[in-house]
């Protein structure tokens, strides 16, 4: 069964500093892997995907690399705002229609 | 946004009453999830469908089920409520076409089993 694990669980930085947030799975042979936000009392809003045979996704300032031999995902976060201050999640795909999730980093930015 | 309804958004209810939940996509969309999100667990997988009356088990199952009639309804039944059922529960919804699937999901429900 694919594990999916998010280290650390909260983080918590300063305005303006850039950041990584990481993702770890078990399980190399993926579809694909997909960053999520989440914020309190809210569903969760897709942010980036990046296909099995891609390494990276941009948008706007976030950017997510995928290595998949390695079973490793990162999402870097450039100049950080008060405004990202929420919860992101990683989930990987097997099979293209299930879903594997870690249980999020906490984001906090302090003005 | 994907449109992705979850209703009711709030609910309270007694233990041992059957309770549902319903959701509604407008994305026609062929695959439809329920997972509940827990403090400490994350989202786990409750039922999914992948087509009208074609539904199948996720890993916390037990205690649920569900009903697909049309595509765009995907409904989750607690038979008879208990507390630790209480949880926020999400609808997501993907196209379940390979590398370019992706997740969208609901605003959640949170249930309360008193």
């Known amino acids: 069964k694919q594990e999916v694990t998010q280290i650390p669980a909260a983080l918590s930085v300063p305005e303006g500093e850039n950041l990584v947030l990481n993702c770890s799975f078990t399980?190399?042979?993926?579809?694909?892997l997909q960053w999520f936000r989440q914020d309190p009392g809210k569903g969760l809003t897709s942010l980036l995907l990046?296909?099995?045979?891609?390494r990276e996704q941009t948008s706007g300032r976030l950017n997510a690399s995928l290595d998949k031999s390695s079973g490793r995902s990162t999402l870097y976060i450039a100049a950080s705002q008060p405004g990202d201050s929420a919860t992101y999640l990683c989930?990987?795909?097997?099979?293209?229609?299930?879903?594997?999730f870690g249980t999020g980093t906490s984001l906090t930015v302090i003005p | 946004d994907a449109g992705i309804t979850q209703s009711p958004r709030h609910k309270v209810t007694e233990t041992g009453t059957p309770v549902t939940l319903r959701c509604h996509q407008t994305?026609?969309?062929?695959?439809m999830y329920w997972y509940r999100q827990d403090p400490g667990h994350g989202l786990r997988l409750i039922h999914y469908?992948?087509?009208?009356?074609?539904?199948d088990k996720g890993e916390v199952s037990d205690g649920y089920s569900v009903s697909r009639s049309k595509t765009e309804d995907f409904l989750l039944t607690l038979e008879s409520a208990t507390s630790s059922q209480t949880s926020v529960y999400f609808c997501?919804?993907?196209?379940?076409?390979?590398?370019?699937?992706?997740?969208?999901f609901g605003q959640g429900t949170r249930l309360t089993v008193v």
């Open positions: 994305e026609n969309h062929r695959y």
């Open positions: 399980d190399s042979a993926i579809y694909n």
């Open positions: 997501a919804i993907s196209s379940g076409q390979g590398v370019n699937t992706e997740a969208f």
């Open positions: 989930a990987v795909s097997n099979t293209g229609n299930q879903f594997y």
């Open positions: 469908s992948y087509g009208v009356k074609d539904t």
């Open positions: 990046i296909q099995s045979s891609q």
